[in-house]
């Protein structure tokens, strides 16, 4: 199993401004992955965090947005960029150590993110 | 696409009661499936999985079969507990490696 960690575990920010979270896993995984919860709603996909190479985004999520890195197997940043009220939401990322389907995904305690 | 359909909520039960969460699933090819539960406070955790057709998954007294026949993956508890009250995700693997969850539902379980 994987221990998910992320920082900040919440915030209040001003609509314009941008947050980087970060994800730290105890240990290395293949995949590692962005979802968002927003109020009352499932969790969404936004990205796959590639290691040493660009985020693949899901349809509806951009890069200038929800700029991602992953320089290696333990770590991973989501930045939510010139964020408006309707980014508030839990922002969660997840891990698993292989890379097929049926590969337990661990998640972080996720990021409770308020914009005003 | 890939989804998946889950019981609305809240669903509120007293403590022992036998518990059904619905989950339906649409997929092209043979995806796994999770329960997820995320208790208040906490994050995502692994509750159950099966991996493919007729295979159970079970847990701490839950129990989902994956029917392909059905595409259902339904979770079920014969006795449920305070600690139980929860929010419970259906989840399929996508092609990725990625999840894709249902809404969830909340459990209220009333001593």
């Known amino acids: 199993s994987a221990v998910i960690s992320q920082k900040p575990s919440r915030d209040i920010c001003q609509r314009g401004t941008s947050l980087t979270i970060q994800c730290q896993v105890d240990s290395q995984v293949t995949m590692m992955f962005w979802y968002r919860q927003q109020p009352g709603q499932s969790l969404t996909l936004i990205a796959t965090a590639n290691q040493g190479s660009e985020a693949t985004y899901e349809s509806g999520f951009v890069i200038d947005k929800f700029p991602i890195s992953r320089p290696n197997l333990t770590f991973s940043t989501l930045t939510v960029s010139n964020m408006s009220p309707e980014d508030s939401s839990i922002y969660l990322c997840?891990?698993?150590?292989?890379?097929?389907?049926?590969?337990?995904?661990?998640f972080g305690p996720g990021t409770r993110l308020t914009v005003l | 696409g890939n989804s998946v359909t889950q019981m609305e909520g809240p669903v509120t039960l007293s403590e022992e009661a036998f518990l059904t969460i619905n989950c339906t699933y649409t997929?092209?090819?043979?995806?796994?499936l999770f329960w997820y539960v995320q208790y208040p406070g906490e994050g995502l955790q692994l509750l159950l999985k099966a991996t493919k057709a007729d295979d159970k998954g079970s847990n701490k007294g839950f129990e989902a079969t994956y029917r392909k026949e059905t595409t259902s993956f339904h979770l079920e508890k014969g006795s449920v507990q305070v600690s139980d009250s929860a929010v419970y995700f259906c989840a399929l693997s996508g092609s990725q490696g990625n999840l894709i969850f249902g809404k969830g539902t909340k459990l209220s379980v009333k001593p």
């Open positions: 997929a092209t090819g043979y995806p796994s």
């Open positions: 997840s891990g698993s150590s292989g890379g097929g389907t049926t590969d337990t995904q661990y």
